[in-house]
């Protein structure tokens, strides 16, 4: 240990292969040094759990404590980054999410929930025993939960040692000692998992040959899926539906299909897959079977487990493919409306909504979904033959009150005696709804919008509509028209003018003294407010300027009068003036500070 308790510098370090693990060059790195990996994970200084007495490295092979980090750069005077790609959590953002779920400031999610839902085999790996045949290095992609088959050697990658019936690369990373001190040197070239005592053998290691592992040849097109995989990993552009999409788009797209094919994919369609080997396919069936079985129609849960085992995910990437990675939007489009269609007719208990309602959807597909669901959206085509900025459409573009022109011509005869007010709201939460919220709750989370307005238009309203189908053709009818005009983050602009409470005494003279009206406070409020509305498209009621605490005593009839006779009086200019004033808040970085 250096003065700053950081380990010394060790004279010879192997340096890590291209893509390798972080456990398997800590075995590499042992056998150099002739020591025990528990050994050589004390003389790297990783940290240690604190309440076992054996060597546990923290989140070992997932991600470095800032100590652990510090003490490896230390010990091998290694690069960090190069060390820190031999983590898991190098995939963070990509194919893995790290991020806790609903927690302000989004903070780590503990390694606990990481472990169970994140597509990643934690303690151990897969592996080609080809490729080990030619040297003793496990690439970090072996311990994803989409790794299948080695696009080099064309061979199902193996899961389980034959000979311990253990994971392959468990080695003693599961067990409470940890990682073993015991003064023995591993052969990389073997299993390695650790052999509990058994009748008549003592406790040891697995001496099975990790070259002699069964290997089951693959089609060069399910490798070439894999390759396809594996370039998206590696930062290469992605594509859903024939549109670019961010790499964790394009995982949660994988995520999304993988449960429908577990729900949907028939024995007939899954043994005619001809890039499928015959004992993928049969796993992936058995596994279906028993799903099924369990519970039928039920858990969500089953159904966006990681796959578990390479065949399992060969399959999974084989029956994905062609909405995957089909070329363009109808082709993803008719595969999805297949799939739909099957969903739909899945035997269930009663009272039992489909499962795939309830498995969250990805944004890049949620219109294709959508559209594949509603059998009325098929025949208008609305969402489904728009060019592919339909695919960027969320809650997001969203004012809170639909356009009143296309309410009136649209949505108004769904909603026989209903105030325009109240079903402008309603609709904009339908559209809310259309992007993918499954409730109407979550639609006005989705808009930020106040719950108990939501409610109000929500509870009452949706039992006027007679037609369901109609309705919900007519909603997309609007969506579709927010997208023909161009969409507008109105997100962005709530957030932009939420301040907005008066509009600066300056702005107002510039214009309102030429026409000889005085600027009053109150004037500068209701300005405030117009502008709020003008470009939020909200209900002016919810205007920042009209929160009860700025206006005392006075009344809100009182208040909304004002505000009438203010916006039926605006004159040209003035309007003018307010846009330009908005359109400078919504351009400053820094909301409040523009025209100051
Ligand atoms: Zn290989
Ligand atoms: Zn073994």
Redesign the pocket.
């Known amino acids: 240990m250096d003065r700053r308790g950081l380990p010394r510098r060790l004279p010879s370090v192997p340096v890590p292969a291209e893509g390798e693990s972080f456990p398997s060059w800590l075995s590499r790195a042992a056998a150099d040094w002739q020591i025990a990996p528990g050994r050589a994970a004390q003389a790297l200084g990783l940290e240690c759990h604190p309440r076992y007495r054996g060597v546990r490295p923290l989140r070992f092979g997932t991600a470095l404590t800032p100590l652990s980090l510090q003490s490896v750069e230390a010990a091998t005077g290694l690069d960090a980054p190069v060390i820190e790609a031999m983590q898991l959590s190098r995939y963070a953002g990509t194919v893995l999410d790290f991020t806790g779920r609903g927690e302000p400031g989004r903070q780590e999610e503990s390694y606990f929930r990481l472990r169970n839902r994140e597509w990643a085999l934690f303690s151990s790996s897969r592996a080609?025993p080809?490729?080990l045949a030619s040297a003793p290095v496990w690439p970090l992609w072996w311990r994803l939960g989409m790794a299948a088959v080695?696009p080099?050697?064309h061979?199902l990658l193996v899961d389980t040692c034959p000979r311990c019936s253990a994971r392959l690369g468990f080695g003693y990373t599961g067990h409470p000692r940890g990682l073993t001190t015991r003064d023995l040197m591993l052969d990389l070239d073997l299993c390695n998992n650790r052999r509990p005592a058994s009748r008549g053998r003592k406790a040891g290691l697995c001496s099975q040959k990790l070259s002699a592992l069964p290997a089951v040849p693959v089609p060069a097109e399910l490798a070439d899926l894999q390759q396809r995989f594996l370039d998206i990993v590696g930062g290469a552009p992605a594509q859903v539906a024939g549109s670019p999409v961010t790499p964790a788009e394009f995982f949660a797209a994988m995520r999304f299909t993988a449960s429908v094919v577990r729900l949907v994919a028939t024995p007939d369609e899954i043994n005619s897959c001809a890039v499928l080997p015959v004992v993928a396919a049969q796993v992936f069936t058995a596994n279906q079977q028993e799903r099924l079985h369990a519970d039928r129609g039920g858990r969500v849960s089953q159904f966006r487990t990681i796959p578990p085992s390479a065949a399992h995910a060969a399959a999974v990437l084989a029956l994905s493919a062609p909405a995957l990675f089909a070329p363009d939007l109808t082709t993803s489009q008719s595969v999805l409306t297949a799939w739909m269609d099957r969903a739909v007719a899945l035997p269930r208990k009663p009272g039992r909504s489909d499962p795939l309602r309830l498995i969250p959807r990805p944004a890049c597909l949620e219109p294709l979904v959508r559209a594949a669901v509603l059998p009325a959206s098929r025949v208008a085509g609305v969402l489904v033959n728009r060019p592919p900025t339909s695919l960027l459409f969320t809650a997001d573009h969203l004012p809170h009150l639909i356009d009143a022109d296309d309410y009136t011509e649209l949505i108004a005869w769904h909603l026989p005696g209903t105030a325009a007010m109240n079903g402008r709201r309603l609709a904009a939460l339908a559209l809310a709804r259309l992007t993918g919220a499954t409730s109407w709750q979550r639609a006005a989370t989705a808009l930020a919008m106040d719950s108990v307005k939501a409610f109000r238009a929500t509870n009452t309203l949706v039992q006027r509509i007679s037609d369901a189908d109609a309705f919900w053709q007519d909603i997309e009818r609007l969506g579709a028209r927010a997208i023909e005009r161009g969409l507008i983050d109105y997100a962005a602009r709530r957030r932009a003018l939420a301040e907005l409470t008066m509009v600066p005494h300056a702005v107002l003279f510039e214009v309102c003294h030429p026409l000889r009206r005085d600027v009053t406070e109150q004037r500068r409020r209701h300005a405030a407010a117009w502008t709020w509305q003008h470009f939020t498209g909200g209900d002016v009621r919810d205007a920042p300027a009209y929160a009860p605490d700025l206006w005392g005593s006075t009344s809100r009839s009182f208040v909304r009068e004002g505000g009438r006779r203010f916006s039926s009086w605006l004159p040209e200019p003035v309007s003018r003036q307010l846009t330009a004033y908005g359109q400078t808040l919504l351009d400053s970085p820094t909301p409040g500070k523009a025209w100051a």
Do not use: G, N
């Open positions: 080609c080809k490729c080695c080099e050697h061979v």
